[in-house]
């Protein structure tokens, strides 16, 4: 990355917003290197309200939602062709400023493109009903765009995250005002600019950067907002979710995990120790989806635990822009701070500790820290129920198959799960008993777009999807016409 620093302002009505002096400056650091690579004007509530107001006007008064279907599409399969053929620009600024290895960032690029791509399919084809069961009525209903959407995307996966929050909104006819973090605000900004690029009208897309306490605040509670959706931690997504309340706007939420792993003793042995593995240390241990808490059934867990370990101690940690490389830094000093932190909580609760629990060696900066690994004898200890959002796995023992799914639902959380096992009995029985969203059976993490997407308990409200995104984003209309005149009182004319 040039040494240069980026100035990051935000994108309202099309345009960047001119950055005046006398505004406040957040840097953008790079957790590589903790030098400063950009540097982002907040948006205070002054900033939030003309986005606001330009996400509307382009609701109320522009082409984007009476725009014919087919030619909204048109500009959706253009922003996927326009993402991909600039994903090296953005490969190199989502690197820079997340830590994450380059190979796993070009997932999340083709990611972001296939999004735009899915719901141009979806919101081409959703339909209406029709009811003639009442003599004389024909009864037609519709679907129209719900509004002004406040979309707020977190810092683990920025281009993949935030562009699934955008297509889903603005796919249907809505318009948007996007909030990144404001720790990953340079791709952000980039793709907006490519979505324009693409031929989005001005005014659909805006984006406006800043902490979640000053522009986060002002977006969410902005009287010109019609709908809210949040992608990041419980306890911010229960304040998002109070202030959208103040005004009755309805929010979607996808929030925080402690996902349980279940590890059978008839499962293929070898790929669930590469699922589990990929599970808790890839995208850097930062992902609500994370298999953080290990389940080994007794008779095997000995061999497979000393198996992890001994992968986990020779996971390649290093320069995310290397291709080699498996495990970057942490987001930022904080957070690894934090992250660190749960050694010893872990430790207070009995926990042994296995491998990790330190900064990484060989590194003069960055916020590198080794693939972690503890054993509980509890499922009740803290690290079993607090999301430490990082590479930190935490190892259950148990002996049935009613002890794991009562381990597995013995949480606040239920985002995913994951069972590995050949037999037929475990499967359906977790898939039927396990309190989450979703189960992945001797997977690791895939993502089917057209299925919901979605947690329950503190993971989150409401669900992403085909059918699901249709119906948060759309508003049902119905339209009763009588075919006949209608005999009915008529008031006024006395006797």
């Known amino acids: ?68 279907i ?75 765009p719900k509004g002004v959407g406040a979309l707020i995307a977190p810092w683990n996966a920025p281009l993949a995250l935030a562009s699934m929050r955008v297509a889903t909104c603005i796919a249907f006819g809505n318009t948007c005002v996007l909030k990144p973090s404001e720790y990953t605000p340079l791709s952000m900004l980039r793709m907006v600019e490519l979505f324009h690029e693409a031929g989005l009208p001005p005014g659909v897309v805006n984006l406006v950067n800043g902490r979640g306490g000053v522009t986060g605040v002002s977006l969410v509670s902005h009287p010109g907002i019609d709908m809210v959706g949040f992608t990041g931690g419980s306890s911010t997504g229960r304040a998002i979710m109070a202030a959208a309340g103040q005004n009755l706007k309805p929010c979607i939420l996808e929030l925080g995990g402690k996902s ?6 008839n499962a293929d042995l070898e790929q669930a120790l590469d699922g589990t593995l990929a599970g808790i240390y890839s995208n850097n241990g930062q992902q609500c989806l994370a298999g953080s808490r290990i389940l080994l059934q007794r008779d095997i867990a000995d061999k497979f635990i000393a198996d992890f370990v001994a992968r986990a101690k020779r996971i390649r940690i290093g320069d995310p822009t290397q291709e080699q490389t498996e495990m970057g830094p942490l987001a930022y000093r904080q957070h690894m701070e934090r992250v660190l ?38 499922d009740n200890a803290r690290i079993c129920q607090e999301e430490v959002f990082g590479p930190f796995a935490t190892f259950v023992i148990f002996d049935t198959l009613d002890d794991a799914i009562r381990i597995a639902n013995n949480s606040s959380f239920g985002l995913v799960s994951y069972v590995w096992t050949e037999g037929l009995n475990e499967t359906m029985r977790c898939s039927r ?23 329950y308990k503190e993971s989150g409200v409401g669900r992403d999807g085909a059918t699901t995104s249709a119906e948060f984003f759309t508003e049902y209309k119905t339209t009763s016409i ?5 005999k009915m009182q008529r008031f006024g004319l006395g006797k």
């Open 260 to 265: 349980a792993s279940i590890v059978f003793n």
């Open 1 to 68: 990355m040039s040494t240069s620093i980026a100035q990051i302002p935000s994108f309202i009505d099309g345009a960047a917003l001119p950055m005046q002096d006398g505004g406040f400056d957040i840097p953008v650091i790079d957790p590589a290197t903790e030098q400063v690579i950009g540097q982002l004007r907040e948006a205070d509530a002054g900033a939030v309200d003309l986005a606001v107001l330009a996400a509307r006007r382009a609701f109320d008064q522009g082409p984007w939602p009476r725009m014919d």
């Open 341 to 378: 932190s749960f050694v010893e909580v872990a430790t207070e609760d009995g926990a042994i500790l296995l491998t990790g629990g330190r900064r990484a060696d060989g590194f003069d900066k960055g916020f590198y820290i080794e693939p972690t690994a503890v054993l509980v004898d509890s």
């Open 482 to 486: 009588a075919i006949d005149p209608v």
């Open 433 to 455: 008993e396990i309190r989450a969203g979703v189960v992945w059976v001797n997977t690791p993490m895939m993502r089917e777009l057209r299925a919901p997407f979605g947690g």
């Open 70 to 144: 087919d030619a909204r599409k048109d500009i959706l399969y253009k922003i996927h062709d326009v993402l991909l053929a600039n994903s090296e620009e953005l490969l190199r600024m989502e690197v820079a400023h997340t830590g994450l290895p380059i190979s796993g960032v070009r997932h999340h690029i083709k990611r972001a493109a296939k999004n735009f791509e899915m719901f141009a399919e979806v919101a081409s084809n959703v339909a209406g009903q029709t009811y003639t069961q009442t003599a004389n009525y024909l009864t037609y209903v519709t679907r129209e």
